[in-house]
């Protein structure tokens, strides 16, 4: 039971009000078609310390990534994922022939545009319900090509190559699998520049693959971002083949397992115990919870 303890005349003291661990995840955006830029990460806020009040409700609400950019005049960008007064902004679209990059928590990447040098888009993503903030711009065109979505950890690549920014590594947090270097948290999506057939990487983290222009691989669509990371979609080479779809968004929550959370109906989520602690990731849904 947590509550408050009555200190003197219309004074009150929390007592024992458990801490949360928080990570807050939100979509990617998507790749762009016809040498476009790639998607750029889902914004992501961690907060190591939020308090919470027992008998209140909270909401939960995971945000979607991206769907695939159909076309060279389409960019579409991920959508928020929120826990309490907590906001992660979605990742910004990766540019298409037609129209510039999209900013978002992390910045789209810009097109390939022959002999000049497209801006990317900027990063949104600040702090927010006293949690940090992370979110990197995409990368410029450099040099004619087209270039990657930011990431959680880094910038998208600006070197001509297409690559995404990487994400960043919570897991000495929440554990060894959410890390950028296990899939997970944002990386951003590549472009679709590139000399080889299957275009440029993806940043680690989650960002998809782009694939490439050059003869022979027209027609394929950009590789999506993965699932519950917020990784940005990779570029298409070709105005008939979509950009990748971002990824999905995330919520993680960290507490004492002395606390049992009431969970609503409209969000998927799982539990586990170790050490003390519970961690229970959301990965889909909108609702409240309390405890």
Known sequence: MFGYRVLGFGSFTREDAPTFEVLVVAGGGSGGADDGGGGGAGGVVHHTEKELDSGTNYTVTIGAGATASPNNSTVNSGSNSVFSDITANGGGGGAVQSAEAADGGSGGGARRNTNVNDDAGSATQGDSGGGTGYGFDGGATTGGFSNGGGGAGEAGGTDGNGTGGDGRDFS?????????????????GATAGGTSPAGAAGGLGGGGNAISSDSGYPQDPGNAGTANTGGGGGGAGDAAAPGGAGGSGVVILKYPD???????????????????FKQTVFTAGSDNISF
């Open 258 to 276: 002395t606390v049992t959370l009431t969970i609503g109906g409209g969000l998927t989520s799982s539990t586990s115990s170790s050490g003390g």
């Open 172 to 188: 000495s947090s929440f554990g060894t699998s959410v890390g950028a270097n296990s899939g997970y948290f944002g990386g951003g």
